[in-house]
């Protein structure tokens, strides 16, 4: 249980006359996606073939085009803009700073070769020529970054240091929860990037060979076309977000979530865990599905298409809405911005109310198979609906969370669920159990 006693920083963002303000916009996300996908369109004229590049390449261009539009359009609060040279550069700090950065990376190094998740998997085993590259510039690139914020951050004694100094003196720096906050949000990292990232360059490799022709096929190809079109938007961000957690540009983790309860019911809904143990053995929830049911061009398949479509289209919307702020069970800034302006968890609505139109559990014709498959997917909504509030309980130790969610309870577009189901609203959590 977290403690006042435990520091963790605070919001980066002050509260305005008691209203939370968005730590990211969503115009400036959707523009920066644009600017990507320009890119890649540029990248699929030339043939590009190595899609590892690719993949940095685009991540770069995202970030930095997100950073300067909102150093151009919001100059108050661009992060670059919050910065001021405090002080000459300390080196020892520096290179006690590297030291927990080397340290983190080979720990992670070690649970990648011996874990048969990673090592023996044809998907992850995708992450790695990626990792080849790009780590040898971060620990280069590391040597600036920590001098520059060396220079300009107030907190020069941060997790890095604290971890790097207690390795090369074998002391004591820092408290239970601060420790235990270091490692989970490098083991979200490290997790969930090596998830994401595959994921991003196989659309990439989609993307750019793909035979528009294709397309004369039907409605069909147009579904599985659109499809890879929206999780490529999807992915973008996710894992664009899990790389650029930089205090430079107020995307740091500032807490992991603290609970086990937390981390279950997340993990429990990404691979290994869920192909492998939970949907096949406890929410294996499958369904004729939209497109065996109905007859292609019929006017219930056009239904599903549309809805399933745009739920989709809704639930990458949701993640852009995040930027390079989107993470997993972290809380790396307020988000009130798209369609968190609308409600606190629409990935989570829009992704599960496509499940039911495309999987259609309820048309089995055996009504008992109907009955059992339509629970098991509503069994998932559940664990989506614990995740949300495991979320809920996380974030509201900051002042900023509480006032959005407040908000929510009167603005959000499904609070006339509150209405009927009291247990959805969101209840502040008491004093007692806050930090600040």
């Not at 940095?56 to 085009?65: D, H, R, Y």
Request: glycine residues 4%; contains cysteine; charged residues 20%.
């Amino acid at each position: 249980m977290i403690t006042k006693k435990d520091t963790i920083r605070s919001h980066y963002l002050p509260l305005k006359e008691g209203k939370a303000q968005s730590e990211t916009s969503f115009y400036i996300n959707f523009v920066s996606m644009l600017i990507g996908v320009l890119a890649l369109v540029v990248c699929r004229h030339f043939g590009y073939k190595d899609y590892t590049n690719l993949f940095i390449l685009f991540a770069g261009i995202i970030t930095v085009s997100i950073v300067s539009l909102e150093y151009i359009f919001f100059p108050r609060t661009a992060p670059l803009r919050q910065w001021k040279i405090l002080r000459k550069v300390n080196w020892k700090r520096v290179f006690y700073k590297e030291v927990a950065l080397l340290a983190s990376f080979g720990v992670i190094a070690f649970f990648y070769f011996v874990l048969p998740m990673f090592s023996y998997n044809d998907f992850t085993l995708q992450y790695f020529p990626f990792l080849k590259k790009i780590v040898p510039w971060i620990m280069l690139g590391s040597v600036f970054y920590f001098a520059l914020m060396d220079k300009i951050d107030p907190e020069v004694k941060d997790d890095y240091y604290k971890v790097g100094y207690a390795i090369t003196h074998l002391k004591k720096t820092m408290t239970k929860f601060e420790f235990g906050n270091y490692v989970r949000s490098w083991i979200v990292k490290a997790f969930w990037l090596s998830l994401m990232q595959p994921a991003m360059i196989v659309k990439i490799r989609w993307l750019i060979t793909y035979n528009w022709e294709m397309m004369k096929d039907g409605p069909v190809e147009w579904f599985w076309t659109a499809n890879v079109i929206v999780f490529f938007m999807d992915l973008t961000f996710a894992s664009i977000g899990y790389m650029m957690g930089l205090k430079l540009f107020n995307t740091q983790t500032r807490t992991a979530e603290p609970t086990l309860f937390g981390w279950t019911v997340a993990i429990m809904c990404y691979w290994p865990f869920w192909q492998n143990l939970f949907y096949p053995f406890f929410l294996k929830h499958e369904g004729p599905g939209w497109l065996k049911t109905f007859e292609t061009g019929s006017v219930m398949f056009w239904c599903c298409f549309v809805i399933i479509i745009i739920m989709e289209l809704l639930y990458a919307l949701a993640t852009i809405s995040a930027g390079i702020h989107f993470s997993n069970v972290t809380y790396r800034g307020l988000w009130r911005t798209g369609l968190y302006r609308y409600t606190k968890h629409p990935a989570y609505v829009f992704k599960n109310i496509s499940w039911w139109f495309l999987f259609l559990p309820f048309m089995w014709t055996d009504a008992s198979k109907a009955f059992r498959c339509s629970v098991l997917l509503f069994g998932l909504n559940i664990v989506y609906y614990l995740r949300a509030r495991t979320e809920e309980r996380h974030l509201s130790h900051y002042p900023e969370y509480e006032a959005y969610a407040l908000e929510m309870n009167e603005k959000s577009i499904f609070r006339w669920c509150a209405k009927i189901l009291p247990f959805l609203k969101y209840k502040p959590l008491p004093k007692d159990k806050r930090l600040f």
